[in-house]
């Protein structure tokens, strides 16, 4: 039942290690290599916020609806 938050976790840490990894190997390349006018470091990091957000909002939509279902079955 319960499995969905195994993957939940997976999926908001693992584009955060990709991107502390990218900053460990590779900082000069992230600082001076530009999208849209923003250096990929600082771009990176906003998605990766947003990312963790966007999953959190997705957990606490899951829990709320698993816990509807529960009550209503009660």
């Known amino acids: 039942m319960k499995q969905y938050r195994i993957l939940l976790a997976f999926l908001a840490l693992f584009p955060m290690i990709i991107y502390y990894i990218g900053l460990s190997f590779w900082p000069q390349f992230m600082a001076t290599h530009f999208i849209w006018g923003v250096p990929y470091s600082i771009l990176g990091g906003v998605v ?3 990312w963790g957000a966007f ?5 606490a939509l899951l829990y709320f609806l698993n816990r509807d279902l529960q009550i209503k079955d009660d």
């Open 55 to 59: 999953i959190a909002l997705f957990y």
């Open 48 to 50: 990766v916020m947003l």
